[in-house]
């Protein structure tokens, strides 16, 4: 079998009808619709209760539907061909679908957790899974955001769409925030919407990029020098936010992932005098200038 060259062009520039194919197709799946809040209803209902169940399976379902990737493509689409009015729709759109399923999921969690219906005596690991961002999550968004606009821009990929949503899972942390929210724990909350603000800014980021070495910014050419030059800026100004936004959660992760490195080392220091003694696992939570540490513990001897 021979090999052409032209088939080892990856990013080889498409056609503009073929572009244009691409942009409707995002505008009419990133809309606010019916279709789009009947998804998010859906997709959330599956989130929350997969959690509170710890089930990998059912969450996994949620992440199938995906509602929210359609409208971040479609912003990031809209960066790169310099359109900021669909820029500031889709920033709508997705916010209107946070806001969504944060509610439906605090009300779920309420329910579940604090109403006759309890049955939980601490919250799943699935839930606090997700309250950690590492830098594994972020690595694994930005490919997922390349991939996205890759296989959005080639049809004859689009299979890998289902596993780019898999990846990387935007409606489990955002329903985990309800869930945080519903029980007070302000340190759920806030972890669980740091691990869904690094997912979008990676996606954009990490989507744009990819959408431009396809060809796709070559279409604001059309557009008279005067209104080019103010778009570009706009995208450039936009770019540089969601760079600094990555930049931050970085800084974030890595001083989370030294605590966590110092809490460990100084429990297993404390646990070595301790005969057939060992660290298991280990939860923290931080309330106003205090910080809790839970440990598990195994060990052949009584704790005084």
Request: aromatic share 6%; charged share 15%.
């Amino acid at each position: 079998m021979r090999i052409k060259t032209s088939d080892l062009n990856f990013f080889k520039p498409i056609s503009a009808s073929h572009r244009e194919e691409v942009i409707q197709s995002l505008k009419q799946s990133g809309g606010l619709n019916l279709d789009f809040l009947l998804l998010v209803f859906f997709s959330c209902v599956i989130a929350t209760f997969g959690l509170i169940l710890n089930s990998p399976a059912v969450i996994i379902g949620a992440m199938l539907v995906a509602p929210l990737m359609s409208p971040i493509l479609r912003c990031s689409m809209a960066l790169v061909v310099g359109d900021l009015r669909e820029v500031g729709r889709s920033l709508a759109t997705l916010l209107i679908g946070v806001l969504l399923a944060v509610g439906l999921s605090t009300i779920f969690g309420q329910l579940v957790l604090d109403g006759p219906f309890n049955f939980l005596e601490e919250l799943p690991s699935e839930v606090l899974g997700r309250t950690h961002p590492n830098l594994f999550d972020l690595m694994v968004a930005l490919a997922g955001g390349a991939v996205a606009a890759y296989a959005l821009a080639q049809p004859h990929i689009s299979g890998a769409l289902p596993g780019v949503a898999i990846a990387t899972a935007l409606m489990p942390p955002v329903c985990t925030a309800g869930i945080g929210l519903s029980q007070g724990r302000e340190d759920i909350l806030r972890g669980a919407l740091l691990l869904f603000l690094i997912n979008f800014a990676s996606i954009i980021f990490a989507s744009s990029i990819t959408f431009t070495i396809l060809g796709f910014h070559l279409i604001i050419l059309e557009v008279r020098w005067k209104q080019r030059l103010v778009l570009l800026s706009g995208e450039i100004a936009l770019q540089i936010i969601v760079g600094v936004g990555i930049i931050l959660a970085t800084i974030s992760i890595v001083a989370g992932v030294q605590e966590n490195q110092l809490i460990r080392t100084t429990l297993i220091k404390e646990l070595a005098g301790r005969r057939n003694s060992s660290l298991v696992s280990f939860d923290t939570n931080k309330a106003a200038d205090k910080l809790s540490i839970i440990a598990t513990v195994r060990s052949a001897e009584a704790f005084s």
